[in-house]
């Protein structure tokens, strides 16, 4: 043991050598990691600093508690979001399915969705300024849950001009039919054409935290997605915000000259 382990407090020294097993894979996703007893057992110490050495790796996010079982390395496996393929109209018209659904069942998982509401609002500022409307202007605000193996994924909010959807099932309806929301859309005349997405992350909400059962220690990604068809209208704009611990991003763009 080197001067600076010893110099570590005993949780630290714990979960250093935990972490490091996880990292070189001794510990596998979905591992169970040894109990509280057993730790204080192995590095002769009391249950509460064993509690502690789980607790920071827990926070970092290499590890999650299950009530009544214990604690897990945490999956690694991220749902990996296409940019560029995502919206191909070819995947849509072969499947018939959402965005969210092709990329799930591509990566051999089990999509879920949840419209929860339909709603008529006045849309944030930044919703407003990205369609060109006066903030005053109403949109349609569509609110949907994700899940992969039933487990919470992302929430989208979704913010429509009530001129784009007028008399159309977005205006009212949760269930949107083969090709759901992008085939509405063409439908009605808005081929989806470009998007333009704004990344960000932060900690999240304790709405959030609790929605997307969200482990301690772990952020969120917030991403603006923006609709634009071939005449470079904007005719919707959807806020995500995903899970950073089972989500990834994968884009794939031409460089200009």
Known sequence: MSDQQERQPPSRRIAEELRAAIMRGDLGDGDQLPSERDLAARYATARNTAREALG??????????????????RLRRPLMRMGRDRYSRRARNETGL???????????????????????????????????????QEVIRRENWYFADDEPMQVGVTYI???????????????LGRGSIYQRFEDLGYP???IREELSARMPTPEEVKGLSIPPGVP????????????GRAFEVTRFVMRADVNGLDYEMPVED
Do not use: Y
């Open 220 to 231: 969120v990604i917030e991403l603006l997605h923006t609709s634009l068809d071939g005449d």
């Open 56 to 73: 920071i790796l827990q926070a970092e996010g290499l590890a999650q508690a299950q009530h009544g079982r214990g604690v897990f390395v």
């Open 98 to 136: 959402s965005p969210f659904r092709i990329e799930v069942e591509r990566q051999g998982r089990t999509p879920h969705t949840e419209c929860r509401s339909v709603t008529t609002v006045q849309p944030p500022a930044e919703v407003a300024q990205r369609l060109g409307l006066d903030a005053r």
């Open 192 to 194: 989806i054409a470009r």
């Open 161 to 175: 001009p009530t001129t784009v959807v007028e008399g159309s099932p977005l205006a009212t309806e949760k269930k």
